[in-house]
């Protein structure tokens, strides 16, 4: 079992940033950590991910720029550094973990990721 934790969200102004943690515990490997975001009445979107094994990091169109990903080996912690915020990136976002190798299909695919946080607030005002 994975367990993340997650800290960070919370209110922030149009133009402003916001840092959100996840940490993971439970095991001692995983091979990748993503967030996802999903605002009301819409799908669960990607946001962004990390490998735990290359440290490539990857990104929505929509947040390249702006937010940016990063991992804390020593602390089994990964972060989304969010800058420049905008009204529409208010959603609530999740920090997920996979544990197995890609399955053929990409990072942003939300079946790639088997663990999920319990999601944390962001809200962006005009």
């Known amino acids: 079992q994975v367990q993340l934790v997650e800290s960070g969200g919370g209110l922030v102004q149009a133009g402003g940033g916001l840092r959100l943690s996840c940490a993971a515990s439970g095991r001692t490997f995983w091979y990748r950590m993503g967030w996802f975001r999903q605002a009301p009445g819409k799908e669960r979107e990607f946001v962004s991910a990390?490998?735990?094994?290359?440290?490539?990091?990857y990104y929505a169109d929509s947040v390249k720029g702006r937010f940016t990903i990063s991992r804390d080996n020593a602390k089994n912690t990964v972060y989304l550094q969010m800058n420049s915020l905008k009204p529409e990136d208010t959603a609530v976002y999740y920090c997920?973990?996979?544990?197995?190798?890609?399955?053929?299909?990409?990072?942003?695919?939300?079946?790639?990721?088997?663990?999920w946080g319990q999601g944390t607030q962001v809200t962006v005002s005009s």
């Open positions: 990390i490998s735990w094994i290359s440290s490539i990091t």
């Open positions: 997920a973990a996979g544990v197995r190798p890609l399955r053929g299909v990409v990072y942003s695919d939300q079946r790639e990721y088997e663990f």
